[in-house]
C-alpha cells in the first residue's frame, strides 16, 4: 500500500493548483487524509485533513483560500489551492492515518512531497 501524490507545479500570486493523492493496494478504508507542507528552513507542518466522515480542519492561514476534499471508493484526497502566496511555497505531502488493509491496520503512510512554487 503506498499513496502517490500528483500536482504541484509554479504559479504566480493568487493563481490556483490542485493537488491529488491516491492510495494504491488492497485497502479497506482510510480514517484521516491530509496534506502537510514544509518550506525551506521551517518545520513540516499540517495544511489540512479530512476524516472519513467529512471532519476537515484547516490551517487558519488557509482558511478561505483552499478546499480539501476526498474520494473514500478511490481512496484519493484532492486539495485545491486558490488565491495562492509566495508564503504557500512548500513542498507539500498527503498523508494516511488509520489505514485498514487485508485486517490490519497499518501505520501512517506518506506520499512523495511535490513542490509548489509561488511568485509574487
Known amino acids: 500500500v503506498q499513496l502517490q501524490a500528483s500536482g504541484g507545479g509554479s504559479v504566480q500570486a493568487g493563481g490556483s493548483l490542485r493537488l491529488s493523492c491516491a492510495a494504491s493496494g488492497t485497502i479497506s478504508s482510510i480514517n484521516v487524509m491530509g496534506w502537510y507542507r514544509q518550506a525551506p528552513g521551517k518545520q513540516r507542518e499540517l495544511v489540512t485533513d479530512?476524516?472519513?466522515?467529512?471532519?476537515?480542519n484547516y490551517k487558519d492561514s488557509v482558511k478561505g483560500r483552499f478546499t480539501i476534499s476526498r474520494d473514500n471508493d478511490k481512496n484519493a484526497v484532492y486539495l485545491q489551492m486558490n488565491s495562492l502566496k509566495p508564503e504557500d511555497t512548500a513542498v507539500y505531502s498527503c498523508?494516511?492515518?488509520?489505514?485498514?488493509?487485508?485486517?490490519?491496520?497499518?501505520?501512517?503512510?506518506w506520499g512523495r512531497g511535490t513542490q509548489v512554487t509561488v511568485s509574487s
Open positions: 498523508r494516511a492515518d488509520g489505514v485498514s488493509s487485508m485486517g490490519l491496520m497499518l501505520n501512517v503512510l
Open positions: 479530512i476524516a472519513r466522515a467529512g471532519d476537515i
